[in-house]
């Protein structure tokens, strides 16, 4: 298994950036894709960001595509989230996720960190 751990949220004005952090600990943190979710309060969890186990590969969600940047240090079994161009639209909790090698969904997931965009 591998343990996720969000930080880095907070408040921030909008037009603002922020960067979140996901530490993992458990297994070979290279074994798992990785990927941001966020949730809105009423809303579904929604698809952000996710990176392939190499870190080469990368994909966004519509909502986030040119203001949201994945990346990820495999030694220091880290992914990291770095928004910008924030809107109160990406107000939610924010979730790291992994997916081990060959699975078919994200597997294990972290507490969340609360990101908060005021207007």
């Known amino acids: 298994q591998v343990q996720l751990v969000e930080s880095g949220g907070g408040l921030v004005q909008a037009g603002g950036s922020l960067r979140l952090s996901c530490a993992a600990s458990g297994r070979t943190f290279s074994n798992y894709a990785m990927a941001w979710f966020r949730q809105g309060s009423g809303k579904e969890r929604e698809f952000v960001a996710g990176?392939?186990?190499?870190?080469?590969?990368?994909n966004y969600g519509d909502s986030v595509k040119g203001r949201f940047s994945i990346s990820r240090d495999n030694a220091k079994n880290t992914v990291y989230l770095q928004m910008s161009s924030l809107n109160p639209e990406d107000t939610a909790v924010y979730y790291c996720a992994a997916r081990r090698f060959l699975a078919s969904s994200y597997g294990y997931w972290g507490q969340g960190t609360q990101v908060t965009v005021s207007s």
């Open positions: 990176i392939s186990r190499s870190g080469d590969s990368t």
